[in-house]
């Protein structure tokens, strides 16, 4: 019997034998599937039945759009769907459930709002297949003091963004109680408002017992100039670097001590580097950028010894502290995604217009646009349609990734520009896409 043939057999079988508001194919998905998960568990969870759901569920064309995608159809825009979805404050409805929760069984990146959009049923169901038990471990809305794990942390994200100074204290008042692996992901949270408020609670994170939450803290902290932990590295800076003239005097330290250990400084340096050059690399990278002159000048300036591991850093520390003036600079001297992000979304968009027009399709302008903010805005897609036009003429098998970029992160109400942009095949996909990419949000939002 097929999947179809199975949900229409159960069309009359509810799960608590009434019927619930939605189609009688919502009824009959449930049922089925639990038959199914039952089956797969050895159990089905004492009978119970499903419990009724509080939300409404999306359109049945945005869910019809939903198992396109999970059958294939663009379906690399997956994680856009869900990321829409779940901030319209619906949920799924019951028959997308068995793809929905496969697909996240086997990629961990689009569970984040499953919990959310899978709503009683979804949760029902991952109790009946240890398959799809990933599920109970997302968030679901509860509050901070009811909610799993990754309930409070979503708490936690959303108190920080209204008010940084009481997520910062709710979170001191239970620290001593989280477990390790809790306690590395909320200090990271911190990183949206962070203010030299923080820096008391993360200069004591610094003696945690986790490694991750004394980095996470540390990585914080290199953020703010003023911390004592910043101080503390501005004068190991100054004890391995020398300005004179044009020149940079640059010995590398020693020793890693414990002290340094403290502040961020791992001692085990990565294979195929030296310790004392990663000792060094991570001692300018968490100095304040402040120590140094302007960027443009620094980068004119030679560096005898250690030039290499010194410019390395200086990209770190731009990302580290998000320092837009340094990010500009670095990314000029090594034009990695990372950097960007310490710009804002325009800045972002024109560095990499700027980028694409001088650079042929290879893997760097791919990491870069990948890289930079969504939407992309006119500017950015104009450069990226032309350069799509400029290489179908010579170089038409080397499109296919850039096509796709364009097409997934173009602000999807410009398809009317790409459509009459030019009648190339590359660019009509571009086009193509961008429009079932707007009608996905319309269908969302009906």
């Known amino acids: 019997?097929?999947?179809?043939?199975?949900?229409?057999?159960?069309?009359?079988?509810?799960?608590?034998?009434?019927?619930?508001?939605?189609?009688?194919?919502?009824?009959?998905?449930?049922?089925?599937?639990r038959r199914r998960a039952g089956r797969r568990a050895g159990a089905a969870a004492g009978g119970e039945p499903a419990p009724a759901e509080e939300r409404e569920a999306v359109g049945r064309q945005a869910a019809e759009r939903l198992m396109r995608i999970l059958g294939g159809e663009h379906d690399r825009l997956l994680p856009e769907w869900l990321r829409a979805a779940a901030a319209t404050g619906r949920r799924v409805p019951p028959y997308t459930l068995p793809d929905l929760l496969e697909r996240g069984r086997r990629d961990r990146s689009i569970r984040e709002h499953l919990g959310v959009l899978a709503a009683q049923r979804g949760r029902w169901l991952a109790a009946l297949n240890p398959a799809w038990g990933y599920l109970l471990d997302e968030p679901t809305g509860?509050?901070?003091?009811?909610?799993?794990?990754?309930?409070?942390?979503?708490?936690?994200?959303?108190l920080r963004a209204a008010d940084p100074g009481e997520a910062r204290r709710l979170l001191e008042s239970t620290w001593e109680r989280e477990t390790p692996d809790d306690r590395a992901e909320f200090v990271a949270l911190?990183?949206?408002?962070?203010?030299?408020?923080?820096?008391?609670?993360?200069?004591?994170?610094?003696?945690?017992?986790?490694?991750?939450?004394?980095?996470?803290?540390?990585n914080l902290l290199t953020r703010l100039p003023g911390s004592r932990m910043s101080?503390?590295?501005?004068?190991?800076?100054?004890?391995c670097v020398t300005i004179t003239g044009d020149v940079i005097a640059v010995e590398a330290p020693q020793a890693c001590d414990k002290a340094m250990e403290r502040d961020g400084v791992r001692a085990k340096p990565p294979r195929g580097t030296g310790e004392r050059a990663w000792w060094l690399q991570q001692i300018v990278a968490r100095a304040p950028l402040s120590a140094w002159g302007p960027p443009g000048r620094m980068l004119e300036m030679r560096i005898p010894d250690w030039d290499a591991d010194v410019r390395a850093a200086w990209v770190r520390a731009a990302v580290l502290q998000r320092d837009p003036e340094w990010a500009r600079a670095m990314f000029g001297f090594d034009p990695i995604a990372d950097l960007l992000q310490a710009l804002p979304p325009g800045e972002q968009q024109e560095l990499a217009a700027r980028f694409v027009e001088s650079r042929d399709p290879d893997s760097q302008l791919i990491m870069v646009l990948g890289g930079v903010s969504s939407p992309w805005?006119?500017?950015?897609a104009t450069a990226v349609l032309h350069k799509i036009i400029k290489v179908n003429a010579t170089q038409p098998w080397n499109l296919g990734e850039l096509v796709r970029l364009a097409g997934e992160h173009i602000d999807p109400a410009l398809f009317p520009l790409a459509a009459s942009y030019s009648p190339v095949e590359p660019i009509q996909q571009v086009a193509a896409l961008l429009r079932f990419r707007a009608d996905m949000y319309k269908e969302l939002a009906a």
Do not use: C, I, K, N
């Not at 999947?3 to 919502?26: F, H, M, Q």
């Not at 805005?377 to 950015?380: D, R, T």
């Open 1 to 33: 019997m097929t999947g179809w043939e199975e949900l229409t057999s159960t069309a009359l079988v509810g799960t608590d034998r009434r019927p619930y508001r939605g189609d009688l194919l919502e009824v009959a998905a449930v049922e089925a599937v």
């Open 142 to 158: 509860e509050t901070w003091e009811l909610g799993g794990s990754a309930d409070r942390l979503a708490h936690l994200r959303a």
């Open 190 to 218: 911190l990183a949206d408002g962070l203010s030299m408020d923080d820096e008391p609670f993360l200069e004591e994170a610094l003696d945690d017992r986790r490694r991750e939450v004394r980095q996470a803290a540390a």
């Open 231 to 239: 101080r503390r590295m501005a004068g190991r800076l100054a004890a």
């Open 377 to 380: 805005g006119e500017e950015l």
